[in-house]
């Protein structure tokens, strides 16, 4: 773009020393057809006049251009903004669904844990109860000095 710009300037440098350099030539009134009538008008003038008026309207549409190109990338950062904020959003529902479901999750563990737990230990004492019985039966049936040298240790 800025060698395009610097190319510009250049040409209109080389205009601007043509249209000095030969000023009495271009001043110079001739006989110009407006297609309805002919006039006595300065030829040179006249096309100076229309090359004038063309870089004013291609200045004119290169700025609207640019303008335009400006507010819709303006547009697109405002959509990209939301659509970020839309999506960070999003992620923190995600990332709180996922820690309710983890919450819930470890509430079941924990409360399948506790009654695996309850259960292991109910068993275990209907188990000790049940040796306890039985070794209680056992010592019944023996004789007392049988019970007397079991209890004392030998």
């Known amino acids: 773009m800025k060698l395009l710009g610097a190319l510009g300037i250049l040409v209109m440098g080389l205009l601007a020393a043509f249209v000095i350099a030969n000023w009495n030539v271009l001043a110079t ?4 057809s407006l297609l309805v009538a002919t006039v006595d008008a300065p030829a040179g003038i006249i096309l100076l006049g229309a090359t ?8 004119a549409y290169t700025l609207s251009l640019h303008a335009s190109t400006l507010l819709e990338a303006r547009r697109y950062a405002k959509e990209l903004r939301e659509q970020r904020l ?12 996922l820690g309710t479901a983890m919450q819930k999750e470890f509430a079941l563990l924990r409360a399948s844990l506790q009654q695996v737990s309850t259960e292991s230990a109910n068993s275990l ?7 306890e019985d039985k070794l209680d039966r056992v010592l019944d049936g023996l004789p007392a000095e049988a019970r007397a040298d079991k209890g004392r240790g030998m």
């Open 29 to 32: 009134p001739v006989s110009v």
């Open 52 to 59: 004038a008026v063309l870089l004013v309207l291609l200045a």
């Open 86 to 97: 839309l999506a960070d959003q999003a992620e923190a529902s995600r990332f709180t669904e």
């Open 125 to 131: 004492s209907a188990v000790i109860g049940e040796v």
